[in-house]
């Protein structure tokens, strides 16, 4: 079924060369090709959009207190955006907490995506589903690469804006830039009503190649 071909996206964020060295630590940006390109000022796109509001579950040992996610959540609340309940999944012996279809999940990276993380220098992963042909989202995972990551300022905004659908922004101070050094509060271009107009344009795209 084409129709459920899904693409796979990973937005990385914030590499630095060791989470454990705070103070002085020093960033190092590796991106993934789609990343990197610098955008204008109202130019940030994004890759797949939220047909209706996404659930926020928390998985057990995601290394993430319920309070800090409330509070990144109202932080896109105050840029316009709704959201569902956030809700703690329970701890169930032989059960894995996964996404499912509408959630935002923050959850716990397995083995691999820890030494994948260590390997790109990757603070934070937002890993997306969304159906190819409508851009719609069905899912997204957020993962820190150690709990110290998950408690750093702005990075739980920052991959929640991924979670949303959004690349990053190459303005100085706005939550989506690339590098945690330069990252700030700023939600120039990536307020609800950029995010409607990005899903209009691509939408008009769509029809004009007639993919729809
Ligand atoms: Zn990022």
Redesign the pocket.
């Known amino acids: 079924m084409n129709k459920w071909l899904i693409l796979f996206t990973i937005?990385?964020?914030?590499g630095c060369t060791s989470p454990e060295d705070a103070p002085t630590q020093k960033i190092v940006v590796t991106e993934i090709s789609h990343?990197v390109e610098h955008v204008s000022l109202f130019g940030t796109k994004i890759t797949s959009y939220w047909p209706d509001p996404p659930t926020v579950k928390i998985c057990p040992g995601a290394g993430i207190s319920i309070e800090r996610v409330r509070y990144a959540v109202r932080f896109w609340e105050r840029a316009g955006y709704t959201f569902g309940p956030i809700i703690q999944a329970p701890r169930i012996a032989g059960y894995r907490c996964e996404a499912y279809i509408g959630e935002i999940v923050f959850r716990t990276p397995t083995q691999q995506e820890i030494s994948e993380a260590v390997q790109m220098s990757r603070l934070?992963v937002?890993k997306t589903s969304f159906d190819r042909l409508s851009q719609q989202t069905i899912m997204s995972e957020i993962y820190f690469q150690t709990q110290v990551a998950s408690h750093r300022e702005k990075i739980v905004e920052?991959?929640l804006g991924?979670a949303l659908g959004w690349k990053?922004h190459s303005r100085s101070s706005h939550i989506?830039h690339?590098n945690l050094d330069e990252t700030g509060m700023s939600v120039i271009g990536v307020r609800v009503e950029d995010y409607n107009a990005r899903i209009a344009d691509m939408l008009l795209e769509d029809s004009r190649s007639g993919r729809r």
């Open positions: 937005l990385f964020s914030w990343n934070g937002t920052h991959e991924h990053h989506m690339p």
